[in-house]
């Protein structure tokens, strides 16, 4: 179910909150200094960007509040509610001890009193002290889905969370906090573009009342991990050029009428504002079919949390074969 305020249409969660069908992401790397993080922000807000994500892990946190606050100071927007602030919770913090802190933190740095949507970051768990880009074998803890879920729910009741979901859970997951929870998960946030398409995880989704949220709809571009098959896919070229948009939007447009909500990160203001132009037009059934035969493979593999005695011993088992 769909409003539109704007130009970005808005999806209605299964909590009954709003949220707006288009994201501005905020990992960068290396992530620019605060100041002009902050700029970057504002100016996506004055483009007309209402929904940013950001996470423990990122470290742009603290610039999101700021720019949000500033937005409210100079009238970009009315209030705090016309702002929707994802966080995620660290794989450090995995614990049902530690999400609260963690969360409280999160405000802490936001300088909000909640937070509109709030995820479990990765069904991982490690030591509070393992750093997360390098991680051993001795960093790695059991994480238990349904005791972090619980604590979830917590924060929920609380009114810390208006929402609150999971990230990169594969549908067995899913599946599992499911028969548990008593608050069913608003959201899973997972890789999908045109070149890892999730078409089992959308259908999973859409029975279960789960939204699902597009991290890296446009590919990584080969920065850290992935590749450049979704911006220099000789399909989306010549779509774009028959429909005269450019490639981005029509990656961003193809995640949309999936039903899913793209979270695009560009820093540059010109791509930041063709990427909000993809609301007022429509791919057409054959466009549609070609970008369904483009070849399929998953940019980011996890590979980093396996471990030959650790709770997930191949990639198959961190998603449960659905790679």
């Known amino acids: 179910m769909e409003q ?11 909590s009954g909150h709003k949220m707006p069908g288009l994201g501005f992401g905020t990992a960068a790397h290396p992530m ?22 950001t996470a423990a892990m990122y470290g742009s946190e603290e610039a999101v509040g700021r720019a949000v606050a500033t937005a409210i100071e100079r009238g970009l927007v009315k209030d705090r509610s016309e702002i929707f602030i994802t966080s995620k919770l660290f794989i450090t913090d995995t614990h049902r001890d530690l999400v609260a802190p963690a969360l409280e933190e999160t405000l ?11 995820l479990i970051h990765w069904p991982i768990r490690t030591k509070q002290t393992a750093n997360a880009y390098k991680l051993s074998e ?7 889905i349904e005791e972090v879920w619980e604590a979830m729910e917590r924060c929920s009741r609380l009114g810390l969370a208006k929402s609150i979901g999971v990230s990169n859970f594969s549908c067995e997951k899913l599946s599992k906090l499911l028969r548990k929870a008593t608050i069913p998960p608003a959201v899973n946030q997972v890789e999908m573009n045109v070149a890892w398409q999730q078409r089992k995880m959308l259908e999973f989704c859409k029975e279960k009342r789960i ?7 446009l590919g990584a571009n080969g920065a850290l991990w992935g590749s450049y098959a979704v911006m220099e896919n000789p399909i989306l070229e010549e779509i774009a050029a028959a429909k005269n948009k450019t490639k981005a939007q029509v990656a961003l447009r193809w995640v949309y009428e999936q039903g899913a909500t793209p979270l695009v990160k560009s820093f540059n203001t010109e791509r930041m504002r063709q990427n909000l132009q993809i609301f007022d037009w429509d791919l057409t059934d054959e466009e549609t079919c070609k970008i369904g035969k483009i070849p399929q493979a998953k940019g980011f593999t996890g590979h980093s949390f396996i471990f030959p005695n650790g709770q997930y011993r191949s990639v198959e088992e961190l998603w449960d074969g659905e790679v």
């Open 4 to 14: 539109t305020v704007g130009t970005v249409p808005e999806v209605i969660l299964n």
């Open 211 to 217: 939204h699902v949220c597009a991290w890296s709809p």
């Open 108 to 118: 802490r740095k936001l300088g909000q009193d909640y937070i509109d949507l709030y």
């Open 138 to 144: 001795e960093d790695m803890l059991y994480f238990d």
């Open 32 to 53: 620019p200094p605060p100041d002009q993080l902050k700029t970057v922000l504002l100016e996506a807000i004055s483009a007309g960007y209402r929904h940013f994500d």
